[in-house]
């Protein structure tokens, strides 16, 4: 059985969280569409985690494991399929030679300039709805909501 909300209840889910929430979900979704649309079909899966988290610089895949939150395993899967798809490559890790670290390829690298891109446009479209003043603004509060 379905349980509704009523209004009582409506107001347990009416907080800031959600807000929050909400204004992240609109950002991460428009930048993952304009990726797919832009030919990073992988962005619009479950993959582009691995993008949230690695480093342009590249990263071990150990510490991509304690970023994401991910088991090994989910993460081993998701490298394999970006792996196939030539996005990224596992390489030696010169400072722990039994360990690998994961880089992007070109492919993968174009892939992070056009995200930049996109994230710049996203901004730019928040400074001209909010103004400058109101998203230097927002920038400071969320930092201070972070600390």
Do not use: C
Request: proline share 1%; hydrophobic share 40%; net charge positive.
């Amino acid at each position: 059985m379905v349980k509704f909300i009523d209004d009582r209840e409506a107001s347990l889910v009416d907080h800031v969280g959600v807000a929050l929430w909400r204004a992240a979900m609109a950002w991460k979704e428009r930048l993952h569409s304009e990726m797919v649309r832009r030919g990073h079909a992988w962005y619009g899966d479950a993959r582009s985690v691995i993008a949230m988290h690695l480093d342009p610089r590249g990263l071990s895949q150990s510490e991509l494991v304690a970023r994401t939150g991910l088991t090994k395993q989910a993460v081993q899967q998701l490298l394999d399929g970006l792996e196939a798809e030539g996005i990224i490559e596992r390489v030696t890790n010169e400072l722990d030679r039994r360990s690998k670290r994961v880089v992007y390829t070109a492919k993968g690298q174009a892939s992070v300039r056009d995200a930049l891109a996109i994230k710049r446009a996203i901004e730019a479209e928040y400074r001209e709805r909010l103004g400058e003043r109101t998203l230097e603004s927002l920038r400071k509060t969320l930092a201070k909501l972070r600390e």
